[in-house]
Nanobody, 124 residues
Framework: QLQLVESGGRLVQPGESLRLSCVASGFTLDGYAIGWFRQVPGKEREGVSC????????NYLESDQGRLTISVDKAKNTVYLQMNNLKPDDTAVYYC?????????????????WGQGTQVTVSS
């Protein structure tokens, strides 16, 4: 019954922007921390950003420099990741995840509900 579905990933050129969406069903996002992660072949799943139930936000990528914004629309039960000025190194499968707690973590092991992922490819 619990489900997270990501969308919005596609092929873009360097410097362009994307907004990824994650729609939750079967439960409400209120009261949980929500994270975005990414993974490339042969690499560990990497924490990108997180927002807790009180609106506290944390970005984890060293390459962020203001390019990433996580947000949540509780009325739509949807979490978003706005990604600006995309770079080739941002190419990955992006996942949203929910932690059964109201504070953030950068580590995938702390999250219990996961979406199927959406592919982001940044290339000229």
């Amino acid at each position: 019954q619990l489900q997270l579905v990501e969308s919005g990933g596609r092929l873009v050129q360097p410097g362009e922007s994307l907004r990824l969406s994650c729609v939750a069903s079967g439960f409400t996002l209120d009261g949980y921390a929500i994270g975005w992660f990414r993974q490339v072949p042969g690499k560990e799943r990497e924490g990108v950003s997180c927002i807790n139930s009180r609106g506290g936000r944390t970005n984890y990528l060293e390459s962020d420099q203001g390019r990433l914004t996580i947000s949540v629309d509780k009325a739509k039960n949807t979490v978003y990741l706005q990604m600006n000025n995309l770079k080739p190194d941002d190419t990955a499968v992006y996942y949203c995840a929910v932690r059964n707690a109201d504070f953030c973590s950068r580590y995938a092991v702390n999250y219990v509900y996961w979406g199927q992922g959406t592919q982001v490819t940044v290339s000229s």
